[in-house]
């Protein structure tokens, strides 16, 4: 079925054109990275986690959102994410992928990935954080590949798929779990020590992801003879209002904790996301931008006629994500680092090479997920071909 991905038009192949050239420059700048150190990179002793890792949190979600269609249409029978399901699936593949690389681009020496395969500690959150990534990856590679293959075919799939199918399920929850463990467990960063972090991630997972996957319907319907259809599209916006609804919930359960008992180490952290700390005021704009994005953006959902207006739901989809994202793909991280523990203040900024190797990343990601998609697609035209002849 691959081959269907090398046909298109111009503007198919004009934007694979952009990627590729993206990639290049990404794999160059990564090239400099590697001979000369992670000492091109903005993070430092104080900040050893930055935009990659933060990248890494937040993709690892959108992978884990495809259970949000996978629930409802696998174990609840609604046919009407029938059209989509596959779409989440292939959404989570290209979204592992790039989760890995950026695990990859961080090592440093990227030689050093095989010591979790060499030297496997079932102690350590890391090989656990491997294991459930790599397996997810091949439970939709597999699930998705075959069921359009036998789609494709006129047939169902085959019947070994459908406990495949019940183990991805509980499977993306714990891709997300195992990843708000990694920063939970650690006893040294007050921001990161709460047992609502799991609870956390999973809330913006499920608004983040399916919200990029609308907007991947919408833009799939404008460029294609794809429609997954009003209701379905509704159903996910929906999910996307009250996930979001809940993960704003649960920050304030933070900020009434930390500020409640006034313990400095808990307070500091959010006070430097939002206001500032000793003169330092890296993220205040991003922190207060997501802030607004994030209550536009559910008020935009929950209220029916601006969620029924198709003009205006993708830009309410669009504010979710982009809040999500600037939360756990930026605040979330860098914020547990700063103050450190000894109280010092080291602020983030990613450099050039950072923001290049990560568009190279992200270029790879979406470069899997056009072609994916297109072979979907196509399918999809085939069988419409077929039905009207």
């Known amino acids: 079925m691959l081959e269907k991905a090398l046909s298109g038009s111009r503007r198919y192949w004009a934007w694979v054109a952009v990627l590729l050239a993206l990639i290049a420059v990404g794999f160059s700048t990564y090239l400099k990275q590697y001979h000369e150190g992670l000492g091109i990179t903005g993070m430092s002793r104080d900040v050893s986690w930055g935009l990659y890792i933060a990248q890494f949190t937040f993709l690892v979600g959108v992978a884990a959102s495809a259970v949000m269609v996978a629930i409802p249409y696998y174990l609840h029978n609604y046919k009407k994410f029938g059209k989509i399901v596959i779409l989440g699936e292939f959404l989570a593949v290209a979204s592992v992928i790039m989760c ?223 809040a999500a994202w600037i939360d756990k793909g930026l605040g979330l991280i860098v914020g547990g680092f700063i103050p450190n523990p000894m109280g010092r203040i080291t602020e983030y900024a990613p450099t050039f090479p950072e923001i290049w190797i990560t568009l190279g990343v992200y270029s790879i990601g979406l470069l899997v997920l056009t072609v994916l998609y297109k072979v979907a697609i196509a399918v999809r035209e085939e069988e419409s071909l077929a039905a009207h002849g």
């Open 100 to 322: 890995i690389l950026f695990i990859f681009v961080d090592l440093g020496q990227p030689v050093r990935v095989l010591n979790v395969l060499l030297h496997p500690t079932p102690h350590s959150v890391m090989f656990w954080d491997m294991i459930v990534l790599s397996g997810y990856l091949l439970l939709n590679l597999i699930i998705g590949w075959t069921s359009l293959g036998a789609e494709r075919k006129g047939f169902p799939p085959p019947s070994w798929v459908k406990p495949l199918i019940y183990i991805a399920i509980p499977w993306a929850v714990s891709i997300h779990t195992v990843t708000a463990f990694l920063y939970a467990g650690l006893p040294g960063r007050s921001h990161w020590l709460t047992a609502i972090m799991a609870a956390r991630f999973l809330a913006s997972a499920f608004a983040a992801g399916p919200a990029l996957l609308v907007i991947l319907c919408l833009l799939l319907r404008r460029l294609s003879t794809f429609d997954a259809g009003s209701e379905s599209i509704q159903a996910l916006a929906k999910i996307v209002a009250y996930a979001m609804s809940a993960n704003v919930f649960f920050f304030l359960l933070e900020v009434f904790t930390a500020f409640y008992s006034h313990i400095p180490e808990h307070m500091a952290p959010i006070r430097y996301l939002f206001f500032g700390l000793e003169g330092h005021q890296g993220l205040v704009g991003f922190m207060w931008s997501a802030a607004i994005l994030a209550f536009v953006g559910i008020g935009l959902l929950i209220n029916p006629s601006t969620r029924k207006n198709e003009r205006v739901l993708p830009f309410a989809l669009a504010a979710v994500f982009i």
